[in-house]
């Protein structure tokens, strides 16, 4: 059974830094990524990075702030957020794509999703 299990989200203040984490369960992905959908709005690509670690995939909005990584041997994949803003509140998605081979921004290429966790940033 797979399953992708999330954590390290919080409440933090704008400029903090937070690390988010996914464990990945039951088999190992060629695309991870992470999603987040705020109150209100949809649910929108962050992040995303493939098995070797070499391509990633970044929305315009993280650039330079956030970053991705994996550990393979552990079969999770990290999400690194520098410069926090209050408009990166959200519920953080972990994702995972077992048919491609290279990072898609579009959500229905995702084939198994976590429960979420929430990042809050205080101005």
């Known amino acids: 059974q797979v399953q992708l299990v999330e954590s390290g989200g919080g409440l933090v203040q704008a400029g903090d830094s937070l690390r988010l984490s996914c464990a990945a369960s039951g088999r190992t992905f060629s695309i991870m990524g992470w999603f987040r959908q705020a109150p209100g709005k949809e649910r929108e690509f962050v992040i995303a990075?493939?098995?070797?670690?070499?391509?990633?995939k970044y929305a315009d909005s993280v650039k330079g702030r956030f970053t991705i990584s994996r550990d393979n041997a552990r079969n999770t994949v990290y999400l690194q957020m520098n410069s926090l803003k209050p408009e990166d509140t959200a519920v953080y998605y972990c994702a995972a794509d077992e048919k491609n081979f290279a990072p898609s921004a579009d959500y229905v290429e995702y084939d198994y999703w976590g429960q979420g966790t929430q990042v809050t940033v205080s101005s």
């Open positions: 990075i493939t098995w070797s670690g070499i391509y990633t």
